[in-house]
């Protein structure tokens, strides 16, 4: 195994995490589709086939590293949010999270002297800049526009680029 059982956990663990986010964000996408907003429906729908996908990634390379790799089970997403606020700031909040998670394993794998798995972590880390960066301009422009602005922030979301990654 190329990997440690330490880092192997940890990137099973991710995961399952990735997976959640990808359920999370549909949900957050069925919120959005419920009320004709149909751009942040697209958008939060982009943001789970991209999760889903940073899973896929992770679980490939276990596989790769001579790893054991474990689908997890997932939980049941929240789906209920009183405004669209407390749901832009669960997405900040999220992508706050992975972004330390994928911190703690880039330094992990840095002090193990994993060097394979230190350069595979370092491209998740700066994807967490954008995921970070799209999830606080989402949060601003709906503290900004407010609940009453939301329609604006719906027009502003459709010229985004697919997952929200701005050029």
Do not use: C
């Amino acid at each position: 195994m190329l990997i440690s059982q330490t880092l192997n956990e940890a990137l099973n663990k991710q995961i399952g995490i990735e997976f959640y986010a990808d359920f999370q964000y549909l949900a957050m996408a069925v919120y959005f589709e419920e009320r004709g907003l149909s751009n942040l429906g697209s958008f939060f729908r982009a943001q789970a086939t991209e999760e889903r996908g940073h899973g896929l990634k992770i679980l490939n390379y276990i596989l790769e590293a001579g790893g054991k790799a474990v689908v997890p089970a997932v939980e049941r997403p929240r789906s209920d949010f009183a405004s669209t606020l407390e749901l832009a700031e669960l997405f900040l909040s999220q992508e706050q999270g992975v972004t330390r998670n994928f911190y703690a394993m880039y330094e992990q794998a840095l002090n193990e002297k994993d060097y394979t798995t230190h350069i595979f972590l370092q491209w998740f880390v700066q994807e967490q800049l954008e995921e970070e960066a799209t999830a606080s301009k989402l949060l601003q422009l709906v503290k900004t526009g407010g609940e009453a602005g939301i329609f604006q922030v719906e027009m502003m979301v459709a010229s985004w680029p697919a997952g929200g990654e701005e050029e």
